[in-house]
């Protein structure tokens, strides 16, 4: 029997894991580096559609991580606090969690699939054919090398591949706080506050406020303001500012403000190419995007595992030409991902509610495991 195959990921982010897991599931060996010395995730909450989840579902994640999600009854939008829409998106498969928890999830997969981790390792670079270097000098061989390693990549810079990147006029802190759903219900006792409430306020004042339940006891919230508004923008928040403008979000600012947080503008980046040989580029390190239709992560973790199963099915001489062949596949519908959610954070389109048809829903409804995806019906 011909000994497995060997991959080499940089990166132990949502992208990294995955396509480790998957790897590793499908009988290669496989060792990740994560530069820093924690292995843990950044940020808050996230929203997961069909298009990741039936990627969790292959890996045997799904009990897991359901066991500590939420799936709201309706996405909620309102303007200057009247309700514009209560979708309920029927058909659609989404759940929302904490980030520590999806990462705990996929983490406790990588490990029971048998990936090797390896954390303070900094990965410097790569090359098409299947060597991977390292910050202290030494480098490895592989069958197949991934850049998992987000908006600054060294793999993919280290390749010279060419890049464009766009800033966004908005930008967001994000917090998970405690729920204090009695001290909600009291200032508005007609919710029940488990939706997921989408808070826009655009005249006088563009300020908003997404309200995700991600559990029983934490939520999700996101404070939305231009990056040219030096007050809304400011961390720790201005308590007032935001009290003023969604008082009936009163107890889960007032736990907002007691935590640091970090404003992040929004950015996307456009890559000229995701695959160089033995090497591809996944992720944030191929696909930043604004969050507006919050596919960021999904998209990571369903080309993840599209990557891994088209890996697996090519011949080893011929992998070069199935990553490109992959590329020219599955790069599409992430670039249309993209370009959306720049055009929805642009316009703040959101705001109109009664969003979730046609182009917004088309990347949650994908589903990366039908081996029959690309087929065009005649
Ligand atoms: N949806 C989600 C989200 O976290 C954000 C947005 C939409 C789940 C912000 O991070 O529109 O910016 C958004």
């Not at 219900?185 to 995700?212: A, C, G, H, M, S």
């Not at 009664?354 to 039908?370: C, H, K």
């Amino acid at each position: 029997m011909a000994s497995p195959r060997h991959a080499e990921i940089s990166g132990a982010g949502f992208a990294g894991l995955t396509v480790a897991t998957a790897l590793a599931q499908k009988g290669w060996t496989v060792r990740v580096h994560e530069r820093t010395q924690d292995l843990r995730a950044e940020g808050a909450g996230i929203v997961l559609w069909g298009n990741s989840l039936v990627v969790l579902d292959k890996l045997g994640a799904t009990p897991d991580l359901e066991s500590r999600a939420m799936h709201s009854p309706a996405y909620e939008t309102r303007m200057n606090n009247v309700i514009r829409s209560q979708e309920r998106l029927e058909g659609v498969r989404w759940i929302s969690v904490t980030r520590p928890h999806l990462y705990a999830t996929l983490l406790t997969a990588a490990r029971e699939s048998g990936v090797e981790i390896i954390s303070g390792s900094e990965v410097t670079g790569a090359t098409p054919d299947g060597r991977i270097s390292f910050a202290d000098g030494t480098s490895a061989e592989a069958d197949l090398v991934v850049g998992a390693d987000g908006v600054g990549s060294a793999v993919r810079d280290s390749l010279g591949i060419p890049l464009k990147r766009e800033r966004s006029r908005d930008g967001i802190t994000r917090f998970l706080v405690p729920r204090h759903k009695a001290e909600l219900q009291l200032l508005e006792p007609d919710t029940d506050w488990d939706n997921y409430i989408d808070f826009w306020n655009i005249e006088p004042r563009v300020l908003r406020v997404l309200y995700v339940p991600c559990n029983e006891e934490e939520v999700y919230i996101a404070l939305m303001a231009p990056v040219s508004d030096a007050q809304g923008s400011k961390v720790p928040i201005d308590l007032a500012l935001w009290t003023e403008n969604f008082p009936h979000l009163a107890p889960v600012l007032e736990e907002a403000a007691k935590l640091h947080g970090k404003y992040y503008g929004y950015q996307t980046t456009r890559v000229d190419h995701w695959t160089e040989g033995r090497v591809a580029i996944i992720g944030d390190a191929a696909h930043a995007m604004c969050p507006a239709l919050a596919q960021g992560a999904g998209c990571s973790i369903h080309n993840a595992w599209t990557l891994a199963t088209v890996a697996t099915q090519a011949a080893d001489d011929e992998l070069g030409d199935a990553l490109r062949e992959w590329e020219r596949l599955e790069r599409p519908i992430t670039d249309r991902a993209q370009d959306r959610s720049q055009y929805y954070a642009d316009t703040r389109q959101m705001a109109q509610g009664n969003q979730f048809q046609g182009d917004v829903i088309e990347t949650a409804m994908y589903n990366p495991t039908d081996p029959h995806r690309h087929e065009v019906n005649a």
